[in-house]
């Protein structure tokens, strides 16, 4: 069984910064990509950035230069630096990973945690 598990969201006033968490376990034989994807009331869950198992990222044009992916293999683990928040970008934020497990690949999704910037 494999599990998702996001930390570190919250309240934050415009231009405070954020760090979240998101930490794969279970029986894994190897994560593909891992990234982070949101959805505001009202609107369709986007991407918000992605991390291929190597260091090629992809961000979506509203958070970059502002949010940085990355993840520790050791760890299982993918985090999103967020700087500059804005009041859009409040959301709940979704963990995102590709994973093999028990010779099956398929996508795997956090719980999701909140985002609140105020203005």
């Known amino acids: 069984q494999v599990q998702l598990v996001e930390s570190g969201g919250g309240l934050v006033q415009a231009g405070g910064s954020l760090r979240l968490s998101c930490a794969a376990s279970?029986?894994?034989?190897?994560?593909?990509?891992m990234g982070w994807y949101r959805q505001a009331p009202g609107k369709q869950r986007e991407l918000v950035a992605v991390?291929?198992?190597?260091?090629?990222?992809n961000y979506a044009d509203s958070v970059k230069g502002r949010f940085t992916v990355a993840r520790d293999n050791t760890k299982n683990t993918v985090y999103l630096q967020m700087n500059s928040l804005k009041p859009e970008d409040t959301a709940v934020y979704y963990c995102?990973?590709?994973?093999?497990?028990?010779?099956?690949?398929?996508?795997?999704w956090g719980q999701g945690t909140q985002v609140t910037v105020s203005s």
């Open positions: 991390i291929l198992s190597g260091t090629t990222t």
């Open positions: 995102n990973a590709r994973i093999v497990s028990n010779s099956i690949t398929r996508d795997y």
């Open positions: 279970g029986t894994i034989f190897n994560i593909n990509h």
